[in-house]
């Protein structure tokens, strides 16, 4: 069973726009970590953020933030004023205490000029 | 520091064939984990390690696949034999501790199967 869903296939927008990747998860466990990934066209797979599921505290990085939501089940992900090097395939992912990371499908980011 | 290095970058092989795919993971890192992107199923684990021991592998397609940790600082996955359907971008990656530990990924294998 899937475990981790992004609703979104595909995004796009035009550069300077803020836009929000939601990501649902559904987990039993009172112990679990959420991450995000970015793969740019070049392929590679960059870490993001790691949260664990006692710290519902948000997160900001630069023009990158987090909103996580027990009570919706939801870890999502803000890009503010996107940038065209922002484009990319991003990830959210699910780990049980002690398992691998479980991936969502992505969403496809497109920012053009 | 050296990330994951994963070999060969570009895999191409005609159906039939062994396709053995290699990962060197980080030094020190305790777990190490395979796992393969397709446009259609997405990023899918295929087998973790802990301390060069299988520990989940019900991600392995079937048989004709299978991997091996024979020391830290190695890894193979093995497809006997290849099959057209097996095209895939295979990532190896490693973390300092167990599963739920951010994942360093390597640049990953393109493997083409004719």
């Known amino acids: 069973a899937q475990k981790v869903t992004q609703a979104q296939t595909e995004i796009s927008v035009v550069e300077k726009e803020d836009v929000t990747l939601d990501c649902v998860y559904e987990?039993?466990?009172?112990?679990?970590?959420l991450f995000w990934y970015k793969q740019p066209p070049s392929g590679e797979l960059v870490f993001l953020i790691r949260r664990n599921s006692f710290d519902e505290q948000n997160e900001i990085s630069g023009r990158y933030s987090w909103n996580f939501q027990k009570s919706t089940s939801s870890f999502n992900f803000t890009i503010t004023a996107s940038q065209v090097v922002d484009s990319a395939v991003y990830f959210c992912a699910l780990s049980e205490a002690g398992y691998a990371l479980n991936f969502g499908k992505g969403t496809s980011l497109l920012v053009t000029p | 520091d050296a990330g994951v290095i994963q070999s060969p970058r570009h895999e191409v092989t005609e159906m039939g064939q062994e396709v053995t795919l290699r990962c060197k993971p980080i030094?020190?890192?305790?777990?190490l984990f395979w796992y393969r992107q397709t446009m259609m199923r997405g990023l899918e684990l295929l087998i973790y390690?802990?301390?060069?021991?299988?520990?989940?592998d019900s991600g392995m397609p079937e048989d004709r696949f299978s991997a091996k940790m024979p020391n830290a600082s190695f890894s193979t996955l093995k497809i006997q034999p290849s099959e057209p359907r097996d095209s895939a971008v295979y990532f190896c990656?490693?973390?300092?501790?167990?599963?739920?530990?951010?994942?360093?990924f390597g640049s990953g294998t393109q493997l083409s199967v004719l």
């Open positions: 390690f802990n301390n060069n021991v299988p520990i989940d």
């Open positions: 030094s020190g890192h305790n777990s």
């Open positions: 987990t039993r466990d009172t112990t679990y970590y």
């Open positions: 990656a490693s973390s300092p501790g167990q599963g739920s530990e951010k994942l360093f």
